[in-house]
Nanobody, 126 residues
Framework: QVQLVESGGGLVQAGGSLRLSCAAS????????MGWFRQAPGKEREFVAA????????VYADSVKGRFTISRANAESTLYLTMNSLKPEDTAVYYC???????????????????WGQGTQVTVSS
């Protein structure tokens, strides 16, 4: 059974930092794109960042570029999201996700991802 479990969320003041982790179990994700998405209350789920298994190529949403860093430790089947200079508008539930296939059409599209974690809450106070 595939399982993705996020951790590391919490309450932080604006300008602060958090590091989210996503532990993958049940199958090997070393040859999969892995991504982070977020959903704020009353809003649709949106893309945050993704990392390819090919040369660790990364893609970021414009809203987080330069502040967030996605990384992975394949030996530990763990995905990370390091978030710096946090803003109140970053407040959301953050989800990690992975597709069921090695090749996907778009790293940014939620529909390309088949496996999702339960989410971890990030709250940034002003």
């Amino acid at each position: 059974q595939v399982q993705l479990v996020e951790s590391g969320g919490g309450l932080v003041q604006a300008g602060g930092s958090l590091r989210l982790s996503c532990a993958a179990s049940g199958r090997t994700f070393s040859r999969r794109v892995m991504g982070w998405f977020r959903q704020a209350p009353g809003k649709e789920r949106e893309f945050v960042a993704a990392i390819s298994w090919i040369n660790d190529f990364t893609v970021y949403a414009d809203s987080v570029k330069g502040r967030f860093t996605i990384s992975r430790a394949n030996a530990e089947s763990t995905l990370y999201l390091t978030m710096n200079s946090l803003k109140p508008e970053d407040t959301a539930v953050y989800y990690c996700a992975a597709p069921g296939h090695e090749t996907i059409a778009s790293m940014r599209a939620p529909d390309e991802y088949d496996y999702w974690g339960q989410g971890t809450q990030v709250t940034v106070s002003s």
